[in-house]
């Protein structure tokens, strides 16, 4: 266990370090600066050199990753060419927003999808699980954008009962209208990536049905469904966590959208507007630090696994 | 689809101008609408499109910056009125020598900086001076033929190498910022003006607080607070403005009138604005060398349609507005007319035109769309490049690396792009350059404005450009608020008026 560990950790490293590579080179290839855009309309060649200068853009390369890398390992991620601020403590701000929404969407998404899931799957071929079945399939095609629109004109313009758009000024001081705030984006995301997830969930039962321990149990005197319930769903719950940890990722893509739609001042908004200002070390970081996100959530889920599944670690 | 909403969101910005102009109670300020009391602790939120990306003024382009910052927050001598009037700020006074070089100017007494520290003649010595003699700083060619900037008592005298008939307009904007000498502020994320409001929080990504300045010199603002909502979607926009999150909603999507007026809670206003919706063509080599083509491509485009597509704004056929001096009406230069056009490009040689046009991708596709549909009409096929602003400065501003290009330009008065051969713009015409630099040296303001008004129109008749249209400030107003201005409100907002009742 250990040494899988350790080779597991390595791994995750690696993959970091790859990744810090490909998101320096690749915001190269981007056109366009940040020195055009300070200097804007009616500036010279000459002033926009001048701010190149100084802001350092105009050192080579490697150096510039060198730095940064360097950085990294104090837990620096530099600071932002446009205002000046560090990279880190913008960061952490807009996790406040961030972080809050993606763990609310993936609590209303499994909310959605465990229960109803395994309820269609028990009730395959009856006129319910159908209907339930169906309306996931529905309910995952439909556009985060539009879900968010119908859920803002029905709970925000029609009922007044939540906000619709923003994030209060006081934050989390004013907990209340905080939460509040972040009900309609994180039931957006919930309700399209729950439905997504049901279908796994309902599939993931309907495999377990077929298994030999579930048959075993049933042939013991169990009724089919308790014999589901109380052998087959660890299994299942255990193909959930891998595909949660999947899901994480999905979730941060619609928190990029869901933060333009609902004006919320989260990491997916910053980096929008970043990647517009060609603000390189600030996107860097922030797409380092999502990257990073994902990969220990990947990391943690295969080591969960692990410790919960038996059978693999006899395999090994 | 995020691409879609963004995209969606910009439609605001290539609003144009109406011919409601009934709408407008004459002037800037909007007719009080509401029955009850201004209520002197009242927060207005005003959802504006734009978010400067730090608060800058002295280094970083962006009209985000002006638009809120100057009047409300930091002043100059001089202040502009929505109507485009040159006022009194700082100065309570200023006289000009006949022979336009010497510009004297008595500064107020009493007035103090938002951190408590008195303003000084000293102070204004050292702005003007420090704006002149950075480059880095904005504007500091504006003020580059004043040779000396000289206090005696609460006096302030500049002197001119030349007569300039635009410095005071110039004064109005950022070349005249009066700041505090020696100031240690960290510019980009605090300010220390003397204006009517404080700066009191920026949360970036999300809104801008101004609060009442109690020590101000001037008339007290009418509000207490006053938040700007970054709201870049116009649909969010209108829906926060029907659950009542925003009492105004600026840059707003005339097409949108009738949803937003369907509570009768707000009403929809048209402003004139100095925004030119400006195609600039490539002239320097290729296909747009030739005047010809260039008329070709004016008359084919239908320009009444443009405006009837963004439900606002009125046609522009030469470089200068109707709010700037020096216009005219140039509609007789350059008629829609797809047969002549045809007949242009023939006698060119330049039948079966393939032609790029470059358009940054938060203008909404209104417009890229009609002139696809209109070119084709005659044989023209446009490629449409749409890239982000970044971009577009890097290969159509800096390297004039295109061969159409669509920007709003939003600026008022500045024709000086059009004298100026190096600009982006790529005209270069000896006259327009002779007449310019007169109009620069005129003493009298008729006679600056109507050699503008020449040069305008030689512009024009070189076909140096399209001007597809005249923007208009769109503004949606809640029915409980008065005073917000409705004029070019996208390059300036001056809040200080601005109340809002219970009632």
Redesign the interface.
């Given at each position: 266990m250990i040494r899988y560990t350790l080779t597991r950790l390595a791994l995750l490293l690696l993959g970091l370090l790859v990744a810090s590579v490909l998101i320096f080179v690749t915001l190269r290839v981007l056109p366009g600066d940040i020195a055009s855009l300070i200097a804007g309309v009616g500036s010279s060649t000459e002033q926009q050199d001048a701010i190149r200068e100084r802001l350092g853009l105009d050192r080579p390369l490697p150096a510039q990753y060198l730095d940064w890398i360097g950085g990294l390992f104090r837990g620096d991620l530099g600071t932002s060419l446009l205002t000046g601020t560090s990279v880190v403590d913008e960061l952490a701000q807009k996790a406040e927003v961030t972080v809050p929404l993606g763990i609310l969407s993936l609590l209303i998404a499994v909310v959605i999808s465990v229960p109803l899931g395994v309820l269609s799957a028990m009730r395959r071929g009856r006129a319910d699980g159908t209907a339930l079945s169906v309306g996931a399939q529905a309910l995952a095609a439909v556009p985060v954008v539009w879900a968010g629109m119908m859920l803002v004109v029905v709970f925000a313009v029609w009922l007044g009962w939540l906000p619709a758009q923003g994030f209060p000024r006081a934050g989390w001081n004013d907990p209340w209208a905080a939460l509040r705030s972040l009900i309609l984006p994180a039931l957006t995301i919930g309700i399209v990536e729950g439905a997504m997830l049901l279908r796994f969930v309902r599939s993931a039962t309907l495999q377990a049905v077929g298994q030999d321990f579930v048959r075993t149990a049933a042939a013991k005197g169990l009724t089919r469904d308790q014999a589901l319930i109380r052998h087959g769903l660890p299994v299942v719950g255990l193909s959930v966590i891998t595909v949660l940890g999947l899901q994480v990722a999905g979730i941060i893509v619609g928190a990029v959208v869901i933060e333009q739609l609902f004006s919320l001042p989260g990491i997916g908004r910053m980096l929008v507007a970043d990647v517009a200002a060609r603000d390189l070390p600030k996107v860097q970081g922030e797409l380092l630090a999502l990257t990073g996100f994902v990969l220990i959530v990947g990391f943690v889920v295969d080591l969960l696994h692990r410790v919960i599944d038996p059978r693999q670690r006899e395999a090994s | 689809?995020?691409r879609?909403?963004?995209l969606a969101t910009a439609a605001l910005l290539a609003a144009g101008l109406l011919a409601l102009t009934a709408c407008t109670g004459g002037g800037g300020e909007t007719a009080p609408t509401s029955t009850g009391e201004p209520d002197p602790d009242a927060s207005v939120a005003i959802r504006l499109v734009l978010?400067p990306?730090?608060l800058d003024i002295r280094?970083?382009?962006?009209s985000a910056l002006d638009q809120i910052l100057v009047d409300n927050i930091y002043q100059g001598l001089v202040a502009r009125t929505p109507e485009q009037d040159i006022v009194p700020a700082l100065a309570s006074d200023w006289t000009v020598s006949p022979d336009g070089l010497t510009y004297t100017f008595t500064l107020r007494e009493g007035v103090t900086f938002h951190d408590g520290q008195p303003l000084t003649p000293q102070d204004v010595v050292w702005s003007l001076t420090t704006r002149r003699d950075t480059?880095?700083w904005?504007?500091s060619a504006r003020l580059a033929n004043v040779t000396s900037i000289a206090a005696d008592g609460q006096d302030v005298s500049l002197t001119l190498s030349a007569p300039d008939s635009t410095l005071l307009w110039n004064l109005t904007g950022r070349a005249g910022i009066v700041l505090k000498e020696g100031d240690t502020v960290?510019y980009?994320?605090k300010a220390n003006g003397t204006g009517p409001f404080v700066l009191s929080?920026w949360?970036?990504?999300?809104?801008i607080?101004f609060t009442r300045n109690d020590a101000y010199w001037g008339d007290p603002a009418a509000a207490a607070e006053v938040?700007f909502?970054?709201?870049?979607?116009n649909?969010?926009a209108l829906?926060?403005a029907?659950?009542?999150?925003v009492d105004v909603l600026t840059g707003f999507d005339a097409n949108l009138q009738e949803q937003v007026e369907a509570n009768g809670d707000f009403a929809l206003e048209l402003g004139q604005s100095t925004d030119k919706g400006t195609l600039a063509f490539n002239q320097t080599s290729g296909p747009l060398a030739d005047k010809r083509v260039r008329q070709a491509i004016r008359q084919a485009i239908d320009h009444d349609a443009i405006i009837e597509a963004l439900a606002s704004g009125q046609t522009q056929y030469g470089p200068i507005p109707e709010l700037d001096p020096g216009y005219e009406d140039l509609s007789d230069v350059a008629p829609y007319d797809p047969e002549a056009a045809r007949e242009l490009l023939a006698e060119a040689d330049a039948e079966d035109l393939e032609l790029t046009l470059t358009i940054p991708s938060f203008y909404s596709t209104t417009i890229p769309q009609i002139l696809v549909s209109d070119l084709d009409e005659v044989g023209i096929t446009l490629d449409v490049n749409s890239?982000?602003?970044?971009?577009?400065?890097?290969?159509v501003?800096?390297n004039k690396d295109y061969e159409l290009s669509f920007?709003l330009?939003t600026e008022a008065r500045d024709f000086e792009n059009w004298a100026d051969p190096d600009y982006y713009f790529t005209y270069d015409n000896p006259e327009v350059q002779d007449l310019y630099a007169q109009s620069l040296a005129a003493t009298d303001e008729a006679e600056a404005a109507d050699l503008l008004q020449q040069a305008g129109r030689l512009v024009a008749e070189d076909h140096a450009a399209d001007w597809l249209y005249n923007g208009a400030s769109v503004i949606a107003v809640g029915t409980n608020i008065t005073g917000m201005p409705s004029i070019n409100v996208n390059e300036r907002l001056s809040i200080v008026e601005i109340a809002k009742s219970n009632g």
């Open positions: - | 689809m995020l879609r909403t963004t978010e990306g730090n280094e970083t382009a962006g480059p880095g904005r504007d960290d980009k994320t929080d949360r970036q990504g999300d809104s607080v938040v909502d970054y709201i870049p979607d649909q969010a829906n926060a029907l659950a009542g999150e890239v982000d602003f970044t971009t577009w400065l890097t290969d501003y800096t920007v330009h």
